[in-house]
T-cell receptor, first 116, second 108 residues
């Protein structure tokens, strides 16, 4: 079946603008995760959703970042008033459950965000 | 503060050789530890998942080990191939904290 998809693949925006990044998880996966990866750096956890539970927002770097997951499927990561330091690749992943011992995370190809 | 540290930061080996990558963590307790491979410009791909009680897990030429007493894990790659060139990332799943990764380059 289809894997995790993300759109757009690339996004260039001007400082101060808002952006929305979309993630379509694998059908039937209840857990969805957002990460960002700056050039040459490791993955930084941002937020995860698990079923109907309240999301874990502990990794969001500021209140300019927010995410929602509608209908337990598609998720949107919104960055308001973008700053140059927001430039990174934003990766989405999904798993059947929340990272249990047998729950492989499947990653999307990422959205490369460039803030000018 | 819980951390995951990987070593070396980068490694260059010749095709056909073996190598071992290290992951030290302070996250405790944890449910499982994972190794991922990330090709340049791609999302990470899961290689192995080990629970607290497992000592070793293999996936083809990749073998991961876990010592919960010393809080160390390693990823051993046997008979390396050019396609093994990638970043290898250790993750402790409790808080989804990723290590910075080891950048492996396999040269012909």
């Amino acid at each position: 079946g289809a894997g995790v998809s993300q759109s757009p693949s690339n996004k260039v925006t001007e400082k101060g603008k808002d952006v929305e990044l979309r993630c379509d998880p694998i059908s039937g996966h209840t857990a969805l995760y957002w990460y960002r990866q700056s050039l040459g750096q490791g993955l930084e956890f941002l937020i995860y959703f698990q079923g109907n539970s309240a999301p874990d927002k502990s990794g969001l770097p500021s209140d300019r970042f927010s995410a929602e997951r509608t209908g337990g499927s598609v998720s949107t990561l919104t960055i308001q008033r973008t700053q140059q330091e927001d430039s990174a690749v934003y990766l989405c992943a999904s798993s059947f459950r929340l990272a249990g011992p047998t729950d492989t995370q499947y990653f999307g190809p990422g959205t490369r965000l460039t803030v000018l | 503060k819980n951390q995951v540290e990987q070593s070396p930061q980068s490694l260059i080996i010749l095709e056909g050789k073996n190598c071992t990558l290290q992951c030290n963590y302070t996250v405790s307790p944890f449910s499982n530890l994972r190794w991922y491979k990330q090709d340049t410009g791609r999302g990470p791909v899961s290689l192995t998942i080990m629970t607290f009680s497992e000592n070793t897990k293999s996936n083809g030429r990749y073998t991961a080990t876990l010592d919960a007493d010393t809080k160390q894990s390693s990823l051993h790659i046997t008979a390396s191939q050019l396609s093994d060139s990638a970043s290898y990332i250790c993750v402790v799943a409790n808080d989804m904290r990723f290590g910075a990764g080891t950048r492996l380059t396999v040269k012909p």
